[in-house]
């Protein structure tokens, strides 16, 4: 049987095993879901073992843990990892979602359920990929190793440390990642690089409590207008970072780089119109592919405080908070980043207000080049299945751990994704187009088949 036949005759099977995993709310950030952390890392553990993978164990962090399985019986052929994780995002906001985030559908060809995309459904197929060859063929015709955790939408804070602890467990040849998405449909990419991220938060606070705005309105600072006033500090006229030292380490866009954006030939009025926008807005001199997978940002992602209830209050709040993250590239560092964020803060904050800030996540960018082996050998398994060979782009989301896995394993990463930019990843009606499932499964077989 053709591993065509083989994915058909099952796919229905296959994707209620996938809705079932789906349905499990392995939500990181949020605490009150450390149980169902643990069931979803106990639901792949057991998918693994079906699967016919060997030395299948969980390992405790000092967050959510990581699970490992290998199969190693191709003595003389290369070793891939494959690394995923098994977390998702929260849903909020759940009114936009058509059905329940963890209640699976299938509507129009698309799969969903939070984590459809992003990133159990493509973790998924890396499974159904390796238990085909070992049912067909009753072996797997390279060595493989799998490091699936549950922090990577918290930014993996531990995954470093299990990496180094455990180097030589996980020594291989390359590691393979599928949590990036295809150019368009029907066009499949290979990520060559991925911003970095650096996260804050933002506390103004003024007076020791809350104000009457009859009493006290016009004679002392209101925090929400001295935050507002402060973050409006951060980005100039013309769509650039206005802080002192945030872009360090960034590099010149190359003539070559440029044209190798261009050849993707991204509709940017399609974009915009998708999008229901009036324009598209960024830095200025730069393309719209170009900003969202070259050039490093700083972007609000939430601002709050005083009363947010139904109707009015007429005061003046005591405080007001902001969100910040900021993808970075190149040879940024994030500690420089946060940094400089936090003394222009302090330097810009109006008379009367203060300014706290907590700094959070960091990761460095992640490159690699294109003419590695490993990436090549993926590039033509595109082209057998989609019957175009990827092209090899850069990426505007952040996987922090990927620069700890070359650094560590000093190994080529290959990311192979079969998502959609589409799918709503981190949203509500978050999907998976099962096009791009069954035709990932057949692309994995041909990449590992090539090896």
Known sequence: MSYAEYFSSRRDEHLNELKDWLSIPSISALSEHKADIRRAADWLMGALERAGLEHIELHPTSGHPVVYADYLHAPGKPTLL?????????????????????????????????????????????????????????????????????????????LTAFLEANRDKLAADAVVVSDTALLERGRPAICTGLRGLASMEVTVSTANTDLHSGSYGGGVPNALHAIVSLLATLHDDKGRVAVDGFYEGVPELSPLMREEFAKQGVNEEQIRESLGLGALYGEEGYSFVERIGARPTLELNGVYGGFQGEGSKTVIPKEAHAKITCRLVGEQDPQHVLDAIEKHLKANIQTGAEVAVKQMEKATAFNIDPSNEFLQIAADAYGKVYGTRALFTKDGGSIPIMASFSRVLQAPVVLMGFGLGDENLHAPDEHFNLENFDKGLLTLVEFIRAL
């Not at 197929?125 to 015709?141: N, R, S, V, Y």
């Open 82 to 158: 494959i690394y995923g994780h098994y977390d998702v995002q929260p849903v909020d906001p759940l009114n936009l979602w058509t059905t329940p985030p963890f209640e699976p559908d299938i509507r129009d060809g698309k799969l969903y359920a939070r984590g459809a995309t992003d990133d159990k459904g493509q973790v998924f197929l890396h499974i159904k990929a390796l238990e085909a060859f070992l049912k067909q063929e009753g072996a797997l015709p390279v060595n493989v190793k799998l490091c699936i955790e549950g922090e990577e939408e918290i930014g993996s804070p531990h």
